[in-house]
């Protein structure tokens, strides 16, 4: 009877597709189970025609920018900046741009782009379609699709969703499937030609159950209560967060990368990343005052050192 595992997990797909648009607030029938990022985004990158104008983060998420070089696009990278929607309305106000492609947060620095600033933008350029990385940002805040300035979005699912590897979402609007000439239906069949991964999908419907059941609203808080207590902690002990300065930040953590602070962290089993020019901390729901308590003692031996 293994033939039966394969066909109910087809049978169950609706089901599947449902829960995800019911936790990000999309429509059912365009959001999508898809074994990650990578193939996702690479899914919608198959609906823009060529020529169409790009503009993005030269130094974003690796397998995005990849995304997007790979194909025949009019390519308008920008630097990263700590005011990056300051770089981006400038670059909008002398270029012709059909699509922003960009990260939510950046998987270096942590940087929250401003989504007011993109709804403004939504308004003042309205033919602009705006595609979202969401791996670093689903599952650390509250998010409604329908109400964002996202034509599209991708996630991963192994991320702030705890829900292992081999899974992710992706999300469209109306206007972006009729401005690329597409459907649900059709865009459904690109996206489950062959086989999909069952295990996976699974996965991802465990863990968004779960985040449900154990109130996730009352998880986010958490997140953001020991986000802010290890960013304040780290500028009184003299050091200055990447992106500290602006309105709204995310889960993620940066300093300067100091190798023998990354090197005294990891024999303290601290578990931190090396990113780019940072050293990175991830803080989620299942971290204490404790763990930073922890990690701020770390830090300090490094200074007396």
């Keep these: 009877n293994g033939d039966e595992y394969k066909l109910k997990a087809y049978n169950s797909l609706p089901q599947t597709q449902a829960l995800i648009a019911s936790f990000i607030g999309s429509k059912k029938e365009q959001t999508y189970f898809v074994s990650n990022f990578s193939t996702g985004v690479r899914f919608i990158m198959n609906l823009l025609p060529e020529n169409t104008s ?4 030269k130094d974003d998420y690796h397998s995005l920018v990849s995304a997007i070089e790979e194909k025949k696009f009019k390519l ?4 990263m900046s700590d005011n990056i929607e300051a770089v981006i309305a400038s670059s909008l106000e002398k270029n012709s741009i059909d699509t922003l492609i960009i990260s939510m947060v950046q998987y270096t620095n942590g940087l929250l782009v401003d989504f007011d600033f993109l709804s403004d933008l939504k308004q003042k350029y ?3 379609s705006i595609i979202g990385d969401a791996t670093q940002y689903i599952g650390t805040d509250f998010f409604n699709f329908n109400d964002s300035p996202f034509d599209a979005i991708v996630c991963s699912g192994y991320k702030w969703l705890l829900a292992g590897f081999g899974n992710g979402f992706v999300a469209l609007s ?3 499937l009729a401005r690329n000439n ?6 459904a069949e690109k996206v489950y030609a062959g086989h999909f991964n069952i295990l996976g999908a699974a996965s991802l419907v465990f863990a968004l159950e ?10 986010v808080k958490t997140n953001q209560r020991l986000s802010n207590e290890l960013r304040y902690a780290l500028i009184l002990n003299g050091y200055k967060p990447a992106c500290h300065m602006r309105k709204k930040q995310s889960s993620i953590i ?3 990368y100091d190798e023998s602070l990354l090197k005294l962290l990891e024999e303290k089993n601290v578990k931190v990343a090396h990113r780019g020019d940072y050293i990175r901390f991830s803080i989620h729901f299942y971290n204490t005052s404790g763990d930073i308590k922890n990690l701020i003692e770390v830090i300090k031996k490094m200074a007396i050192a």
């Excluded at 308008?76 to 630097?79: D, G, V, Y």
């Excluded at 597409?182 to 865009?187: A, D, L, N, R, Y």
């Excluded at 779960?210 to 998880?219: G, P, S, Y």
Aim: aromatic letters at 16%; hydrophobic letters at 40%; proline letters at 9%.
């Design 54 to 57: 790009v503009l993005y983060i």
């Design 76 to 79: 308008f990278p920008i630097e």
């Design 126 to 128: 309205p033919r602009i």
């Design 174 to 176: 109306d206007d972006f």
């Design 182 to 187: 597409s459907s649900p239906k059709k865009f």
């Design 210 to 219: 779960l985040l449900i059941e154990n109130d996730f609203k009352k998880l």
């Design 254 to 256: 940066s300093i300067n």
